[in-house]
């Protein structure tokens, strides 16, 4: 099989290593119930994770950079319950989609984003959830096609509100250059709060990490922009955005502060005990808020107190 049509991976052995991890991944931590969906796009072919009743109200899930699908474990089953819910292995990363054309640009992932949801059925009224990167995707869809969405949730969306702090930026060129010795720390001080709960958990994460580095192809990633006063006043659909108290890649009240300036009919919530693990180590926490939200009305759902 030529490299192109398993592009981003070095080798067709590097991806065969690679679905095997997820594949046992996804054995010890998803629903059983849930099936593999694989759409055609022009970027390539897309895994999408279904679970959840087949008359549920769509609700569509975006990783963060480095991670795949099934980083929603902890969250799935909660979300699961009422809602059908498709999760994103993001073209182009480290998962099970397949990228045949490179991305270039946020437009790149906008275009590959709507053709999927095209080839998921998902033409108006579904709910867009995304954390991290996936949240600065889901921003930039719901300001680009406000008419297909019925409500958007931000998890710490990357940039997006804030640019990323130079503590972030610092911190990620150290780990890439050290490597077996930066990767750890940087891990660590990112997911603070699930350190201190449960180190292993951590661990995990940096040794797929590792996995991610060793297989796949270099490639610079495509960065999500700050959106400007102007685009958070045209944002029209409805919006939830929630980060943790501890949160590192930029301030938390900073975030929320410029919300409630330029954009108070986003709702924002801090959520305490959490930073940037915020689905993780207050899972239970943040899936009912996310459930409580996309079950309100649109009259009620903006401009809750923090």
Not at 111 to 127: A, I, P, Q, S, V
Not at 162 to 177: D, E, N, Q, S, Y
Request: net charge positive.
């Amino acid at each position: 099989m030529p490299i192109s049509e398993y592009y981003p991976y070095r080798s067709e052995e590097a991806r065969n290593r690679c679905f095997a991890h997820l594949d046992a991944a996804a054995a010890r931590t998803w629903p059983r119930d849930s099936r593999e969906q694989v759409v055609a796009t022009t970027y390539g072919r897309t895994l999408v994770r279904v679970t959840g009743p087949a008359a549920g109200r769509a609700l569509v899930l975006l990783h963060g950079a480095g991670a795949t699908s099934l980083m929603w474990s902890p969250n799935i089953r909660a979300l699961s319950e009422e809602f059908r819910t498709f999760a994103v292995d993001q073209i182009g990363e480290f998962g099970k989609s397949i990228c045949s054309t490179p991305v270039h640009g946020i437009a790149d992932l906008l275009g590959w984003l709507d053709e999927l949801f095209t080839g998921l059925d998902l033409d108006r009224g579904f709910n867009l959830l995304g954390v991290s990167y996936g949240g600065a995707l889901a921003a930039q869809y719901a300001l680009k096609f406000p008419t297909k969405l019925d409500k958007v949730v931000l998890l710490a969306p990357a940039n997006t509100v804030l640019p990323c702090g130079k503590a972030f930026w610092t911190r990620l060129v150290l780990a890439a250059i050290l490597r077996r010795r930066g990767v750890p720390s940087f891990m660590r001080w990112v997911f603070a709060d699930m350190t201190k709960r449960d180190p292993a958990w951590v661990d995990s994460v940096v040794e797929e990490f590792f996995l991610n580095m060793e297989s796949m192809e270099r490639r610079w990633p495509v960065i999500p922009p700050v959106m400007t006063d102007a685009a958070w006043r045209t944002l029209t659909v409805p919006a939830l955005f929630l980060v943790g108290e501890h949160e590192v890649i930029y301030s938390p009240r900073k975030a929320v502060a410029r919300l409630k300036r330029v954009a108070p009919s986003v709702t924002t919530e801090i959520v305490p005990d959490a930073g940037h693990d915020l689905t993780v180590v207050q899972a239970e926490a943040v899936n009912r808020r996310i459930v409580k939200f996309l079950r309100q009305r649109e009259s009620s759902a903006a401009g809750a107190p923090t």
